[in-house]
């Protein structure tokens, strides 16, 4: 709503102010964001479940793992890529747990995301870190997004672990009942 005058302002003031909850006004919201899960990658199932793409040397296990069996691996030179569709909705986030052990120099585990199907990536994070920890980037609502981690070393002992990869949206607004 709008206050057209001071006094409109005034009386408002005065009104969130009365001690009577009869008398203070309230906001009623007529919608409610609906948050959807629309990737949920703990590696326990392989790659076939939800479409991953694999280049390169990939390999699962329980030592790649934050939680449950198994977490990914991506050793030397490799990368999985895998699409969402995030279409209708209206904010969407990539949170995921990554570490690299051995990168150094410029190799990287690189995290970047395609909103054109793949024809062209943004990159979200080039990372050395050796901490396993979770992260969060805003990835855009559309229908062609991918996903895509990888790693650049000419070492297959040199690798990137990769689990709970999660992808979240809001689709938009519904009226309540």
């Known amino acids: 709503f709008a206050l057209e005058r001071e006094t409109d302002y005034n009386r408002f003031v005065e009104s969130m102010e009365a001690t009577d909850a009869a008398t203070r006004p309230y906001l009623e919201l007529d919608y409610v964001p609906s948050e959807q899960e629309l990737l949920n990658e703990g590696f326990e199932g392989g790659l076939a479940v939800n479409g991953w793409v694999k280049v390169g040397e ?3 296990g329980s030592a790649n793992a934050v939680s ?8 030397g030179t490799a990368s999985l890529t895998v699409a969402v569709d995030a279409s209708g909705m209206q904010m969407c986030s990539a949170s995921y747990y990554r570490r690299a052990k051995g990168l150094s120099g410029a190799e990287y585990l690189t995290v970047s995301y395609s ?3 793949g024809a062209s ?3 979200l994070e080039a990372t050395q870190s050796t901490s396993y920890d979770q992260h969060t980037q805003t990835v855009p609502c559309v229908a062609a997004l991918q996903l ?3 790693t650049n070393s000419a070492s297959s002992t040199d690798h990137a672990r990769l689990d709970d990869i999660v ?3 809001y689709a938009a607004p519904t009226a309540l009942p």
């Open 115 to 117: 909103a054109d199907g």
């Open 58 to 60: 990939v390999v699962f």
């Open 121 to 123: 990536f943004t990159t």
């Open 167 to 169: 992808v979240t949206g």
């Open 148 to 150: 895509r981690f990888s």
């Open 68 to 75: 449950g069996a198994k977490g990914a691996r991506l050793k």
